[in-house]
């Protein structure tokens, strides 16, 4: 099982709508004969693979997978019937799939046609590799996964005129990384007008996984001339605005091949963060990665949307001169109630991450 989770991470924010699965066929004489992943773009999906490659070696055998299997048709035949027909004597799942087409449903068809079904197995870890899917299921928004940065003595940010460097080339490399496992990246617009960032996976070999980009812009103040505008063509960028986004606007962003999502909007001339992320969640998005900022963190927090929080806290310190704090009071009182579930030394750098608790 173990082995069928980490085949499952590599594809992690490459299969959405569906989440990334792992699959691995032992023989009745304990030789791994199959292994998969969901393959990008989410077809073919892992158990099929898995089992094509054991070919007659699965009769008998059994089969580890990190999610249940599906039952139902979509584009592609039920897992569930190429499991019964390659002859596998016992299934072995991690977790159950909350898609209302499955729930349950997958395993109880297995022990329909005699296969001996075991579940649980790794089902901690197995949940949190398919967070995305679960929460998009159940509560019809993508998993939202903030990144912050901050200096020693807690802030994010110096004064307007002045660029600060918080973080060394590991944690950046670090922050890269987990960028290719999300689905897509998230920022606010005060972050894309002052950084004009690209938002891409810039490390050797992994281009190709840049996420797609989203924004939230509640009045479409993006510029054409960004950075995230010029590059729509070759990277997907979604902005997320309201209806006072003005039309000329709309339209300059759309001719770059910017997405235009419209919302509702709330108090304060803001977004409806909920209505936003199910707008997200409507076009498959599961893994949510936030690295706008402390004000769209704070924001997220306040709405009860966090899911999970990693702190990187540099060697530098900003010193009197104060600045923007990291950690808003909202998120800090949310952190609270979260666990801290891994914490990583890199180079001069520490990140800490917290989860909610579930």
Known sequence: MRLALALGRRNLGRTWPNPSVGAVVVSDGGVIVGQAATAPGGRPHAEPQALAMAGEAARGATLYVTLEPCSHHGRTPPCTDAIIASGVARVVTA?????????????ALLREAGIAVETGLLEEEAARDHLGHVTRMLHGRPAVSLKLARTRDGFAAGTPETRLRITGPLADGAVHLWRAHADAILVGIGTARADDPSLTVRLPGLAERSPMRVVFDSELRLSPSSVLAR?????????????????????????????????????????????????????????????????????????????????????????????????????????EDFRVTETLDLGPDRAVTYERRR
């Open 95 to 107: 977790a159950g799939d909350p898609n209302p087409e499955v729930a349950g449903r997958g395993h």
């Open 231 to 335: 590059t729509a063509h070759d990277v997907p960028t979604l902005v997320v605005t309201t209806r006072r986004a003005p039309t000329h606007a709309r339209r300059a962003l759309g001719a770059l091949g910017v997405e235009i999502v419209v919302v509702e909007g709330s108090a304060g001339r803001r977004l409806d963060l909920h209505a936003a992320l199910r707008a997200l969640a409507e076009r498959g998005v599961t893994r949510l990665c936030s690295e706008g900022g402390p004000r769209l963190a704070d924001a997220l927090a306040e709405a009860d949307l966090v899911d999970a929080c990693t702190l990187i806290t540099g060697s530098a310190v900003l010193g009197e001169a104060g600045g923007l704090p990291a950690v808003g009071e909202n998120l800090a009182r949310r952190l």
